[in-house]
């Protein structure tokens, strides 16, 4: 029998009792338990956060049952049984900063009542630590704390800086409680998307073992290669069936889509929430992605227009040393990127002596194509539905040379942009990059940026299998279109940009855009015309 697929399931015990996959992640569980006490752990949203602090909770309170045949079942103590406080903000009201400190005291008390505890303090903090203290004395046990999603009512509050700054305040308020009842504490963990500088679980809670990056932790969320083929092989071998398609095909596929994701550049992993989703659906679709983007990544992209386009074009960055922090009042497009999961390591290098120096990239084919899709939606006011035929007829357009359709599409775009955020990018040549950059990756172009040649270099190169598209992109306020167009054709064929793939099926594209009256035009190219 084809156990269940846990779909939006992250409860340990519900999974076990109703016989739905779980991939055993206790052998991380115990090595991370046995050799410390007080750990963070950061990762994407949907990655097994939530699972794993269901896990820990089970674990704590000693319910062997639930662990029979998993690796930890006859390696943990059973004996050692701890009161657990649950903390998950999933189940949290935090829209103003009112309303989280009142969710947070019905929380305080809603476990008081569980342990018939009276609480005396007024205050929030004073209740928590007070809670913390007295669980300990009633049942002359050390308590475990696990805080799932300790960042949420932060990141889910950033459409409003204000609201996000107080919210943050009152966190590190609350969180602080727990290094002054350290001797109380058998073990915390705490779970987040972001690492946020200025809370006091990182500044003050300084014994706090950090361990998103660590090599033990790699593989402690999502699904290795080995785990996807060995607990989802029936429903692998019943899709391959299905579809007429051999399995080691389909799980090339497979990988393309939802592998890629690592915190050691070694490791590579599915995100559990597509790969679930995809053994259901058994067709591949954008799933992770199409459960919500934070709106204010958007923010931080428009508002870097104006600067460094290489995260576009070449969508490769690196960081070195920790985890980078993320500051509310000063974000940073990379570290977004990162700790969102629209970009993941893809190599490490470390040094005796030196700080490890990790490079990122774009993890898959989901996130890729996702990406640059909700970018293009966000900038012109359309959903994904809506932009896609769209997409589809400007691949038509150009594979055919057809300047009219070409052209008719892209004034459909900028006809689509709000005219506030127009005003915003007025005179920002990168505003009208992205906004073409985002279309063709949308359309399923691999992009290549600003390419050295021997006589120059070239604004994009596009490849799409033996495809390659040369383009030139021209802006200004008030020139004519006809004669930036000129002059971006010209550019090409005078310096030969065509010349490395003449190989292949070139493309010659030239793109203008005119402020003044929002116009835009494009003329193109074939292997034809360049040998005329």
């Known amino acids: 029998m084809i156990k269940k697929?846990?779909?939006?399931?992250?409860?340990?015990?519900?999974?076990?009792?109703?016989?739905?996959?779980?991939?055993?992640?206790?052998?991380?569980?115990?090595?991370?338990?046995?050799?410390?006490?007080?750990?963070?752990?950061?990762?994407?949203?949907?990655?097994?956060?939530?699972?794993?602090?269901?896990?820990?909770?089970?674990?704590?309170?000693?319910?062997?049952?639930?662990?029979?045949?998993?690796?930890?079942?006859?390696?943990?103590?059973?004996?050692?049984?701890?009161?657990?406080?649950?903390?998950?903000?999933?189940?949290?009201?935090?829209?103003?900063?009112?309303?989280?400190?009142?969710?947070?005291?019905?929380?305080v008390m809603k476990i008081a009542d569980k342990y018939d505890i009276a609480i005396k303090n007024r205050f929030l903090n004073s209740k928590f630590s007070e809670l913390i203290e007295k669980i300990c004395e009633k049942t002359g046990k050390k308590v475990v704390v696990l805080i799932d999603e300790y960042d949420k009512p932060i990141i889910d509050c950033m459409k409003s800086i204000e609201v996000a700054n107080k919210n943050r305040d009152i966190l590190s308020d609350f969180y602080q409680v727990l290094k002054a009842n350290d001797e109380h504490l058998r073990f915390l963990f705490l779970t987040g998307v972001s690492k946020f500088a200025k809370t006091s679980i990182f500044s003050k809670l300084n014994n706090l073992d950090d361990i998103t990056l660590d090599e033990t932790s790699a593989g402690i969320c999502g699904y290795t290669q080995k785990e996807l083929e060995t607990c989802f092989h029936e429903q692998i071998k019943q899709i391959s069936s299905e579809k007429n398609v051999s399995t080691d095909k389909l799980l090339s596929l497979i990988k393309e889509w939802y592998n890629g994701y690592s915190w050691n550049g070694k490791l590579f992993l599915y995100n559990p929430f597509s790969i679930l989703s995809f053994f259901k659906k058994k067709e591949f679709g954008n799933y992770w992605f199409g459960t919500g983007t934070p709106t204010f990544l958007i923010n931080i992209i428009q508002k870097e227009n104006n600067g460094d386009m290489s995260i576009f074009l070449n969508p490769v960055a690196s960081f070195a040393g920790s985890f980078p922090d993320f500051d509310i009042n000063q974000l940073n497009l990379t570290t977004t990127l990162l700790q969102t999961g629209y970009l993941t390591i893809k190599d490490k290098k470390a040094e005796l002596g030196e700080s490890p120096v990790y490079e990122l990239a774009i993890p898959n084919k989901e996130v890729d194509e996702s990406f640059y899709s909700y970018l293009l939606g966000a900038y012109v006011n359309k959903?994904?539905?809506?932009?896609?035929?769209?997409?589809?007829?400007?691949?038509?357009?150009?594979?055919?040379?057809?300047?009219?359709?070409?052209?008719?599409?892209?004034?459909?775009?900028?006809?689509?942009?709000?005219?506030?955020?127009?005003?915003?990018?007025?005179?920002?040549?990168?505003?009208?990059h992205i906004l073409f950059l985002s279309w063709m990756r949308a359309m399923g172009f691999d992009i290549q940026g600003e390419v050295q040649t021997n006589k120059g270099r070239i604004d994009?190169?596009?490849?799409?299998?033996?495809?390659?598209?040369?383009?030139?992109?021209?802006y200004s306020e008030n020139k004519e279109v006809n004669k930036l167009l000129d002059d971006a054709m010209d550019q090409i064929m005078k310096t030969e940009y065509y010349k490395p793939y003449q190989d292949q099926n070139v493309i010659l594209l030239a793109i203008a855009f005119k402020e003044e009256n929002m116009e835009v035009g494009c003329r193109i190219k074939t292997n034809t015309d360049i040998i005329n």
């Open 5 to 107: 697929l846990p779909i939006g399931i992250s409860t340990f015990s519900k999974i076990i009792k109703n016989n739905y996959i779980y991939v055993d992640k206790t052998k991380h569980i115990y090595e991370m338990v046995s050799t410390g006490e007080v750990y963070f752990l950061s990762r994407p949203r949907r990655f097994g956060k939530s699972l794993l602090v269901s896990t820990l909770e089970e674990l704590f309170q000693g319910n062997k049952d639930l662990f029979k045949d998993l690796y930890i079942y006859d390696k943990w103590d059973w004996t050692e049984e701890h009161p657990v406080i649950h903390l998950d903000f999933g189940n949290i009201d935090y829209e103003t900063s009112e309303t989280l400190k009142l969710s947070l005291e019905d929380f």
């Open 383 to 432: 959903s994904a539905g809506t932009l896609q035929p769209l997409v589809k007829k400007m691949v038509k357009y150009l594979l055919m040379a057809d300047e009219e359709g070409l052209t008719n599409t892209l004034e459909t775009l900028l006809a689509s942009i709000p005219y506030q955020l127009h005003s915003q990018v007025k005179k920002n040549e990168a505003f009208y």
């Open 460 to 474: 994009v190169i596009l490849r799409q299998k033996e495809q390659i598209v040369v383009i030139e992109i021209k």
